[in-house]
T-cell receptor
């Protein structure tokens, strides 16, 4: 079984400041890792994913994440945020074998203040 | 445009009624999924289907039913047995099982019991 913990339910930051959204996971099997973004009353859009290879993954909208196997973490970062980054962000994992049943964290609401 | 279409966007149900949420995809994906989203709880898997005429229960299947008669369609019925059906429902699809790639999400259906 897998579980995902997003350590912050809300993160307020000022525009153009850096941000880090934290995600830890546990799993008895090897997993793939994902970050999704959700704008109000919308579906989820993939920001980035880690399947294998380099542990630093770059995604859309200037986001990146680093997979740390020893700490079972997959934190999301952006060096300079914009007002348009205001949204809810979800970390998720899925087993490497079988159906892509995503297990999600509780979400982090990122609020950008001018 | 290829994608996943969920309908309706908003749905109101009286207590004791069954309702069916539609999910259609034209991405030629084999696997389809239904998730439920509640505030502060992330997304939880209700049902998933890896192939036509086959589906499996997810973590919170009680009070729900599905069918997969066509590759493109995966409707979800919320039955009167579901004690707390008010939630945001998201449908997703992915290319194939056994090879983990990106899951694509619809725009969601918000169900409210009145």
């Amino acid at each position: 079984a897998q579980s995902v913990t997003q350590l912050d339910s809300q993160v307020p930051v000022f525009e153009e400041a850096p941000v880090e959204l934290r995600c830890n996971y546990s799993s008895s099997v090897s997993v793939y890792l994902f970050w999704y973004v959700q704008y109000p009353n919308q579906g989820l859009q993939l920001l980035l994913k880690y399947l294998s290879g380099s542990t630093l993954v770059k995604g859309i909208n200037g986001f990146e994440a680093e997979f740390n196997k020893s700490q079972t973490s997959f934190h999301l970062r952006k060096p300079s945020v914009h007002i348009s980054d205001t949204a809810e962000y979800f970390c998720a994992v899925s087993p490497r074998q079988g159906a892509q049943k995503l297990v999600f964290g509780q979400g982090t609401r990122l609020t950008i203040n001018p | 445009d290829g994608g996943i279409t969920q309908s309706p966007k908003y749905l109101f149900r009286k207590e004791g009624q069954n309702v069916t949420l539609s999910c259609e995809q034209n991405l030629n994906h084999d696997a389809m999924y239904w998730y439920r989203q509640d505030p502060g709880q992330g997304l939880r898997l209700i049902y998933y289907s890896q192939i036509v005429n086959d589906f499996q229960k997810g973590d919170i299947a009680e009070g729900y039913s599905v069918s997969r008669e066509k590759k493109e369609s995966f409707p979800l019925t919320v039955t009167s047995a579901q004690k707390n059906p008010t939630a945001f429902y998201l449908c997703a699809s992915s290319p194939q099982t056994g090879v983990n790639t990106e899951a694509f999400f619809g725009q969601g259906t918000r169900l409210t019991v009145v």
